[in-house]
């Protein structure tokens, strides 16, 4: 998932080392839609994985939407369509598995930057992956609105050994003009003091069935991020 900080370049960099100098990460991410209706994740309110110490830190988007997506494997030679499907599978826990087609996926709704990356620069893409750009390996889909997903507290030892798939808490189904209006009075919370922010943000995702528990790091981390902006961007495409 890891569109936590990106707008925040020292969340990604390792520290200086001269003889590893830091690789630049290449990430894609992607809502889906499926038959007039837009799915996405909503991140857990603890990262799974675990520190030297032993604890877990709050995700970076705690409680609130986002896209799927991630790293794309550049070692192995992942295209933009493996990362994403690989990416979508891990995150709703096996329960979208897709095959994105080849030379069939749109521009991305939103880039940064936004033409070609230096070869130090890291590069972010956001995706609409819309009906005609995939085919359906396996779609379950339990609840209405929401689906929740198995914990990492009580995933065992394959959470242990397979945190990624852990990175979020629940799925969402919105129909498109729900979508629509759902983001639309999110992206408008932006000009909302800090101090009503969060009682804000928590009665609106009430009042559309998401009990996110958002915090407030993670609801000003939000409204600062790519993530913000790609979800605007995705208004003018659906």
């Not at 857990?44 to 494997?73: C, H, S, W």
């Not at 498109?176 to 804000?200: G, H, M, P, Y």
Request: hydrophobic share 35%; net charge positive.
């Amino acid at each position: 998932m890891d569109s936590r900080s990106m707008n925040k370049r020292g969340f990604y960099e390792n520290k200086k080392d001269a003889k590893n100098p830091r690789q630049p990460k290449h990430k894609a991410y992607c809502l889906f839609e499926k038959e007039e209706y837009i799915y996405f994740p909503v991140a857990a309110q603890l990262a799974p994985y675990v520190k030297e110490d032993g604890t877990r830190a709050e995700t970076y988007l705690a409680g609130m939407p986002n896209f799927f997506g991630g790293n794309i494997n550049i070692k192995k030679k992942e295209t933009v369509e493996c990362a994403l499907a690989r990416e979508m599978e891990e995150e709703s826990q096996g329960n979208i598995q897709v095959e994105i087609l080849r030379e069939r996926l749109g521009k991305p709704v939103f880039a940064e930057p936004a033409g070609d990356a230096r070869k130090d620069q890291d590069s972010y893409k956001f995706y609409l992956l819309g009906d005609g750009e995939y085919s359906i390996k396996k779609f379950r889909w339990e609840g209405e609105r929401t689906f929740k997903l198995c914990p990492w507290e009580k995933g065992g030892e394959f959470a242990k050994q397979h945190p990624e798939c852990y990175e979020d808490s629940f799925l969402v189904r919105m129909e498109k003009r729900d979508f629509i209006r759902f983001i639309s009075r999110l992206l408008d919370l932006k000009k909302v003091s800090d101090k009503n922010k969060r009682a804000e943000v928590d009665r609106l995702m009430g009042e559309f069935g998401i009990a996110g528990l958002s915090t407030p790091a993670s609801i000003s981390n939000w409204y600062n991020s790519h993530t913000f902006a790609a979800f605007a961007a995705c208004l003018d495409k659906i």
